[in-house]
């Protein structure tokens, strides 16, 4: 059983940087794919930012490209979401997700590709 859980939202005004974290726990897992997606209230959950575990590459939506990068610390299976230029619209609860697969099975871009899900941590950018 694999565990993610974020952390690092908050309240921040446009124009502020945050830096998400996302740790894995409870057993040693193979995943091809970590990513990030967004919901915001009355929207459908949609796709920021994933890459690839073992190798990094790695891959953004077009809203957030130039502005979010994604990382990763692999002896410590955390995965990090720097966000930077903040705007209102960013507003949404984050989640990290992981495929859990050893190959890729599905588009990064899609939530059904991930079996794995965090609970989420809520990014609030204030005008």
Known sequence: QVQLV???GGLVQAGGSL???CAASGRT???YLMGWFRQAPGKEREFVAAMRW???STYYARSVKG???ISRDHAKDTVYLQMNSLKPEDTAVYYCAADGSTYLRG?????STYDY???GTLVTVSS
Request: aromatic letters at 18%; a positive charge; hydrophobic letters at 25%.
């Open 67 to 69: 502005r979010f990068t």
């Open 54 to 56: 073992s190798v990094g």
């Open 107 to 111: 588009s990064y871009n899609l939530p």
């Open 19 to 21: 830096r998400l974290s």
């Open 29 to 31: 897992f193979n995943s």
């Open 6 to 8: 974020e952390s690092g």
């Open 117 to 119: 899900w965090g609970k």
